[in-house]
Every structure is written in C-alpha cells, then in structure tokens.
C-alpha cells in the first residue's frame, strides 16, 4: 500500500479514536489567569483560545472542564479526563502522558510580599522560619518540598492565598508572574502586595493526553498545527491581547538570577 494511503488511514483511525463513540475529547484545566479562565460563564485566556482554535482546525471537538488542579490530576490518572491544559512536562508523567514538541506558553515563578511585611529573597536560606503560600496538587523541586528551612502551607486558590498573604496569615506566597500580576489588578490589592524580582524557575506549559489509542498521532498534529498557528497573525493579536509574547521553546535557557532550588510545576500540569 502507498504510503500516502497509509498515512491517511492512520489520520482517520485517529480521528475515530476520539470521536468513536460520538464522544468529544474531554480535556481538564484550572483556572489560571491570564493563560485560561472563565468570565460570565465563557471560557477564556491566551492558552485556552490557541488551544480551541487549533482543535478547530484538526476538526475535533473538545469537551472542557475547569476544576482545582488536584482534581484534574485525579480524574487524568483515572481515565476520566483524556488531556490536560496548562501542564508542565515532567519526567515522572511521561509513562502516562503525551506532549507536543511546541509548547503553549512559556511561565516564570516568582515570590510574592506583603508591602507592609516585606522579606528580601534570593535564596531558600532567605526563606528560613518563613511560611509560604503554594498550591495543592503542584509538583515543587525536591529541595524546595523537603527543606526544613521554611513552612508550606497550600490554600484552596490562588485568590485564597493573595488573601492570606494581604491578611498576613502567610509570610510570602509563590505563582507564576503572569498570573500574580492578574490577581493584584482582580483583587484590587497591588498597593498591598508586590513582586519580588527574582525568578525563581522557568517552564514551558503544554497541552498533555494520555497514552490511549491514536492519541500518539493526535499528538504530532496538535503540535505541527500549534506551530503553524504561532507564525500567524492571528497569533500575535492574540498574544498582544493577553500581554504575552510567543512562547519560548522547552529547551529554552533559564535566567541567569533563576533560583534552580525551588522550581514550581504544576503536576504536570492546569497550574
């Protein structure tokens, strides 16, 4: 058989693998402003609406669902859910997950402060008898979860931790930049608190499937048609838009002030 035959065989199979049984792809995310989120009900953000219109042009359809991270990973691992957006490679989800070679966007973690409780923070030495505000369900470095220097405490969301963090409940409180900068205009707090200028990590977010059948050729697709979307200027309006510029590739080198101690993933992945 030519291998053109065959190549479109495998394109429908694909297809079908999704579709089958009049089902849509389900896919799972948390809000995660200014990336994906929803506003009066309609989902929105810079990764969802690059995502949704690159399914559109694969032809398939999506059934979304927005939920706290930890739930998205539970329903992933229990074959509730087939993908994930907004997640983070990680070594540890490769036997289970499939990911693009493009990435959606690229993130950067930084210390958040209260202005009133200002702690100077460069190093996880600096964070000592501190307590700092994370996410449940997030995946942290191995250093920055086992360190006796400083205490972890999670809050429901990120609303939740900004809240503590104005009440000073907690002393500092770690997020992408992006999205803190967000949250200091939504809750209206940006004279309270700031950011710290230092990076501490650097990642690239994707849209992640799990292994399924066909899944390993939607996969390839979704990642050339990304790609293809990101040289457009649709794109560019739509990155402009969201105050973003076009992703940076996986590979790409972390700033020279990173601090390589404490990197942030969202288990990875939504956040």
């Known amino acids: 058989m030519p291998w053109i035959s065959q190549l479109l065989i495998l394109l429908l199979f694909t297809c079908l693998s999704v ?7 389900r896919i799972v995310t948390e809000p995660w ?17 690059t995502t949704a219109i690159v399914f559109k042009r694969l032809g398939i ?130 004279d309270q608190i700031s950011e710290n200028p230092t990076i501490i990590s650097q990642q690239s977010q994707f849209l992640a499937v799990r292994r399924n059948a066909g899944m390993d050729l939607l996969v390839q697709r979704f990642g050339a048609e990304l790609k293809r979307f990101k040289r457009e200027p649709a794109y560019a309006e739509l990155s402009a838009r969201y105050g973003a510029g076009p992703a940076a590739s996986a590979k790409a080198d972390r700033p020279t002030n990173s601090v390589e101690q404490t990197v942030e993933q969202q288990e990875s992945g939504a956040q």
């Open 19 to 25: 579709t089958a049984r009049g089902e849509k792809l």
């Open 61 to 190: 359809e999506v059934d979304w669902q927005f939920l706290p991270w930890k739930r998205c990973l539970s329903m992933l691992e229990q074959g509730q859910a087939d993908g994930a957006l907004d997640i983070f490679h990680s070594p540890e989800r490769d036997a289970s997950l499939l990911y693009p070679s493009e990435p959606l966007s690229e993130v950067q973690f930084v210390i958040f402060y209260a202005n009133e409780r200002p702690h100077p923070f460069r190093t996880l030495e600096d964070l000592r008898g501190l307590t700092v505000g994370t996410s449940p369900g997030y995946l942290y470095s191995e250093d920055f979860r086992n360190s006796t220097l400083f205490t972890r405490e999670p809050a429901p969301s990120h609303e939740a931790n900004f809240g503590k963090l104005a009440r000073g409940r907690i002393d500092l409180l770690i997020t992408d930049r992006r999205v803190g900068q967000h949250l200091l205009d939504e809750l209206n707090i940006r």
């Open 33 to 49: 402003a200014p990336y994906v989120y929803e506003q009066d009900g309609k989902p929105l953000g810079l990764d969802y609406e």
